[in-house]
């Protein structure tokens, strides 16, 4: 394409030149025949340059048609393209969309699966300590099987779970009678009678004729005859019920556990051993405190309120003046406070009504120390025993949290046995205490009871003795 407009544009140049020469030349004779011959050559430079631009001209058409195709094509695949793009652009969202989809349904397959073990291992847990599970104890391992495999637990698992667990219910309701084997109270495996009732009680029979309570050991496959000296009632009554005597028989709703604490005879010396060393110090605020209650209630039990008969004789020998047998009648009432006082105040005869008042109240103080004497002691004790027990408890404690520090709560048994015995100590401190205020209680009410009738007395006596001096 370029060369053939080069060609053109070489032709005219020649064309422009030639007619410019020949205006100059045909001036001239000499040069006429180099003009005819350069219109000759202008003649044939025409025609090629004709044919040049009819060449041209059907080129640019054919260029032309081909852009026109070239053009048709592009939007032609332009469309195509738009159409694959928005078909790709649908492919990826619908492939967001799948993808959510996936993970929304393995979440629930987690949350499934997750569910489904979680029941297994709560399953296992119901299995425990369970005499049903004693009875049954392929049931255990097909728990174990569900929740240690690493299989996605199927509609098999499922259907596995609820029949555990309607089994479970079902067998909760029965009594069962059985011979079997167990563990028996001298440690070793015999086989007997055993009644189960429900989940929660279960008892044995051997051939002589010995009874008492099953308990199932931890992993609930064997059940072991629990040690110790039970209510003698209780044996009998199992006793009557094996024998069809009796339908009536004790049950324990804690499967067991309350029957093996009838078995265990506790003294209150291992308690206090248990408990450590505080426990002695309450023993100790406890025995003081009976001492001086008991002393209290001798003290306080000899004094006796006056009675009207010996104040209206009081009252006699004073009106008519005899005020020193007056004095000698109130000595010799020792034990009873109220004579006490009034001879203090018979020294005061003949004074002013308000010496005579002072001299009184000062006679009842001097009285009320006598008889409150050791009571502020005991309120004390009363307070100090449960904050050491308290002390006790939160030391325990301490010590219970340092064990969990150091080896874990991998065992509840032990751990739930550290705590009992750090309560021990608030439990004893509680069990001191208690009785020293109500004894407190007591002892002060009686106190009060007299100083009222002192303060009551003296104050009848004091209006006499004014009337007399008025007199």
Request: glycine share 8%; with cysteine.
């Given at each position: ?107 629930e397959i987690q949350a499934i699966e997750d569910a489904v073990r979680a029941t297994g291992k709560d399953a296992i847990s119901v299995s425990r300590d369970n005499p049903i599970t004693a009875e049954f104890p392929e049931r255990k391992e097909i728990l174990e099987g569900i929740v240690n495999s ?177 004095k000698e009648y109130c000595s010799s009432k020792s034990r009873i406070p109220t004579c006490q006082m009034l001879d203090s105040a018979l020294d005061h005869v003949g004074y002013s009504q308000d010496v005579l008042e002072n001299a009184l109240q000062e006679a009842i103080l001097k009285q009320v120390p006598k008889l409150e004497r050791f009571l502020p002691t005991l309120a004390l004790f ?90």
């Amino acid at each position: 394409m370029s060369n053939n407009w080069k060609k053109i544009i070489v032709v005219l140049s020649v064309m422009v030149l030639f007619f410019a020469g020949g205006r100059v030349f045909a001036q001239s004779e000499g040069w006429k025949k180099i003009a005819d011959k350069t219109n000759q050559d202008q003649e044939l430079s025409l025609e090629e340059s004709a044919d040049i631009e009819r060449l041209v001209k059907m080129d640019r058409t054919a260029l032309e048609k081909e852009l026109a195709d070239l053009k048709a094509q592009d939007k032609k695949e332009g469309a195509t393209l738009t159409r694959l793009e928005n078909q790709y652009q649908a492919l990826r969202k619908e492939e967001e969309q799948h993808k959510k989809d996936l993970e929304d349904e393995q979440d629930e397959i987690q949350a499934i699966e997750d569910a489904v073990r979680a029941t297994g291992k709560d399953a296992i847990s119901v299995s425990r300590d369970n005499p049903i599970t004693a009875e049954f104890p392929e049931r255990k391992e097909i728990l174990e099987g569900i929740v240690n495999s690493k299989r996605f637990p199927g509609m098999n698992w499922i259907k596995t779970l609820v029949e555990f667990y309607f089994s479970e219910m079902q067998e909760t309701g029965r009594i069962v009678r059985r011979t079997g084997e167990f563990v028996g109270p001298d440690g070793r495996a015999t086989t007997g009678e055993i009644i189960r009732i429900g989940r929660f009680t279960t008892y044995f029979k051997l051939n002589d004729g010995t009874v008492g309570f099953l308990k199932p050991e931890a992993d609930g496959r064997r059940l072991v005859a629990v040690t110790g000296e039970a209510p003698a009632y209780m044996i009998s009554d199992i006793a009557d019920y094996f024998d069809g005597k009796s339908n009536i028989a004790p049950i324990d709703l804690s499967n067991g556990g309350y029957f093996v604490q009838l078995t265990k005879k506790v003294t209150w010396r291992d308690k206090l051993e248990q408990g450590g060393s505080l426990m002695y110090a309450i023993a100790a605020v406890g025995l003081f405190a009976i001492l001086l209650g008991l002393e209290r209630i001798i003290v306080l039990g000899t004094k006796a309120r006056a009675s009207e008969k010996v104040m209206a004789h009081i009252k006699d020998m004073a009106t008519q003046g005899n005020y020193a047998e007056a004095k000698e009648y109130c000595s010799s009432k020792s034990r009873i406070p109220t004579c006490q006082m009034l001879d203090s105040a018979l020294d005061h005869v003949g004074y002013s009504q308000d010496v005579l008042e002072n001299a009184l109240q000062e006679a009842i103080l001097k009285q009320v120390p006598k008889l409150e004497r050791f009571l502020p002691t005991l309120a004390l004790f009363a307070v100090i025993s449960p904050l050491l027990g308290l002390l006790g408890t939160v030391t325990g404690m301490i010590q219970t949290f340092n064990i969990i520090t150091e080896v874990g709560t991998s065992d509840p048994g032990m751990l739930a046995g550290g705590i009992s015995v750090a309560l021990l100590t608030t439990q004893f401190g509680l069990a001191v205490a208690i009785p020293i205020m109500l004894v407190h209680h007591f002892l002060k009410s009686q106190v009060d009871k007299i100083v009222v009738d002192m303060q009551e007395k003296g104050m009848a006596f004091a209006i006499t003795l004014i009337k007399k001096g008025s007199n």
